[in-house]
Nanobody, 126 residues
Framework: QVQLVESGGGLVQAGGSLRLSCAASGRTFSNYAMGWFRQAPGKEREFVAAMTKSGSRTYHADSVKGRFTISRDNAKNTVYLQMNSLKPEDTAVYYC???????????????????WGQGTQVTVSS
């Protein structure tokens, strides 16, 4: 089982930036596809970004495309979410997730993932 710990959330003004980190332990990190999701109060968990296990392919939700970037450092067992030009509607709890896979594909549904972090709060003020 992979353990995930997110960090980097906080309060930021609209237009600002944050970088979220998700540190993984317990298994060979390079065998896992990674994803970021978010959940605002009263809403369902929403896909944000995903990356293949090698990092060769990424996919971002339309709502964050051009502003957010997912990346990973397999040597550090860490995945990142760089968030720029933040908007109040980005306010949510952000979660990272992993899925063990032998394929070079990414996953966009919460049900695809098998391990989740505890979440980190991102609040964007207007």
């Amino acid at each position: 089982q992979v353990q995930l710990v997110e960090s980097g959330g906080g309060l930021v003004q609209a237009g600002g930036s944050l970088r979220l980190s998700c540190a993984a332990s317990g298994r060979t990190f390079s065998n896992y596809a990674m994803g970021w999701f978010r959940q605002a109060p009263g809403k369902e968990r929403e896909f944000v970004a995903a990356m293949t296990k090698s990092g060769s392919r990424t996919y971002h939700a339309d709502s964050v495309k051009g502003r957010f970037t997912i990346s990973r450092d397999n040597a550090k067992n860490t995945v990142y979410l760089q968030m720029n030009s933040l908007k109040p509607e980005d306010t949510a709890v952000y979660y990272c997730a992993v899925k063990y896979t032998m394929q070079t594909i990414y996953y966009t549904r919460p049900s695809d993932y098998t391990s989740w972090g505890q979440g980190t709060q991102v609040t964007v003020s207007s």
